[in-house]
């Protein structure tokens, strides 16, 4: 970015009434201010400015890249809000691309009840943004912490009550209720007196607590945090659909994975995991996509085999060395990502999945294929197979 793109004003309009520049300098830019209908200015930066004339100014000392308390967010937040009911309001920082912008996506978020992504997307179509992880952070808490529901939660039965009470104080502050439990979501999703879907990513979550348990839990995302450690009653969570736990820092599972008996997609992309637990046979019956994307994993077990009813299993950038005979018997699997491992042969039972429409074993550089396996990607990329070897 050109040091010209600090020097000059540049001011835009974000929504109907509300403006974002870079720093402003009163003698130079005084009369595009009011030229454009603004009586009321925030100004995050943190040396002291002096207020324009007829201009209402609330000066809040934001430091660039530090998280912003919630005292400041109220003051900022309430002040924008009665500004504009009448006058238009400009919101300015250094560069005007993470503090202004930052706020304002929070007040697109209060005026639209949309959440962080959505207000994001409104922002960016207007105005490039690049805000840092701390001003994004302290504004989606604060209005985490804005949004509650004590009539939905009277409703909950005790056990979920008590694992949602367990789970905020590991995060430190109230979760929403939200309209739908997804990947963009964060926040719980009821239905009767259950809780049905839980959104829980890049919370800072370092520790579940070991009596956290939703029994009619059927989507899970826990991606994005600190957590190492899954507690062995944890998947007490018997019609679970979704779990996704990519992002963390988990180095094992355990056994009762085989509690999830509904379970139809598992991801663990990006952790420590050393093995896959034998019981992983015992959630056969529905499991379809299963991801171990970057972890450690260096050997597989036989149980693997079990999963008739999985269409994708991904396992590139781990340790392996070896693929047990079992993964044969995976004739629902359309496909197999195994790049990038330590590979030296694959299984001669490998050529009984016919139905792979996608085959990545690049970058598994002491690999060497079987007449019989070359035979068979001959007859897969015959039928529309994409075969990836070298990378």
Not at 46 to 57: A, G, K, Q
Not at 58 to 76: E, N, Q, R, S, W
Not at 296 to 307: N, V
Not at 364 to 387: G, P, V, Y
Request: proline letters at 4%; charged letters at 25%.
């Amino acid at each position: 970015m050109s040091i010209s793109y600090f020097q000059e004003f540049k001011i835009t309009e974000i929504i109907p009434r509300l403006w974002v520049s870079n720093r402003l300098i009163a003698e130079r830019d005084y009369s595009i201010i009011k030229e454009k209908g603004i009586d009321a200015i925030v100004s995050l930066v943190e040396e002291h400015c002096e207020p324009l004339p007829d201009i209402d100014t609330l000066h809040c000392p934001v430091t660039d890249g530090k998280h912003i308390p919630a005292f400041l967010l109220d003051k900022i937040f309430s002040f924008v809000r009665n500004a504009l009911q009448n006058t238009n309001v400009l919101i300015y920082c250094s560069a005007g691309i993470s503090r202004s912008a930052g706020i304002a996506m929070g007040i697109i978020m209060a005026q639209e009840n949309c959440s962080w992504e959505q207000a994001h997307e409104v922002f960016n179509q207007n105005r490039f943004s690049w805000v840092c992880t701390e001003v994004r952070e302290s504004v989606q808490r604060y209005f985490l912490n804005q949004c509650q529901s004590p009539e939905e939660r009277r409703l909950l039965c005790s056990e979920d009550a008590k694992a949602l009470q367990l789970l905020e104080k590991e995060i430190g502050f109230t979760l929403p209720p939200a309209k739908e439990a997804g990947w963009s979501s964060r926040g719980y999703k009821i239905k009767g007196n259950h809780i049905i879907g839980l959104g829980l990513c890049n919370m800072g979550l370092q520790v579940i607590p070991a009596d956290c348990r939703f029994p009619r839990l059927e989507f899970l995302h826990l991606s994005g945090n600190r957590i190492e450690h899954i507690p062995e009653l944890f998947f007490e969570m018997p019609v679970l659909k979704e779990l996704h736990l990519n992002n963390n820092r988990i180095s094992r599972l355990p056994e009762t994975l085989n509690r999830m008996k509904s379970l139809k997609e598992f991801n663990c992309r990006n952790n420590l995991i050393i093995d896959i637990p034998h019981s992983i046979r015992e959630i056969r019956e529905n499991l379809m996509y299963m991801n171990f994307e970057a972890n450690r994993l260096e050997k597989l077990p036989e149980e693997i085999g079990a999963l008739s009813n999985l269409r994708a299993l991904n396992l590139r950038d781990n340790q392996l060395y070896a693929i047990p005979e079992s993964m044969g018997d995976l004739d629902s699997l359309i496909s197999l990502a195994l790049v990038n491992n330590h590979l030296s042969r694959l299984p001669g039972s490998i050529t009984k999945l016919n139905k792979l429409k996608r085959l990545n074993i690049g970058l598994n550089k002491r690999l060497k294929l079987l007449k019989e396996q070359e035979n068979w990607l001959h007859e897969l990329k015959a039928n529309d197979c994409l075969i990836i070897r070298d990378l």
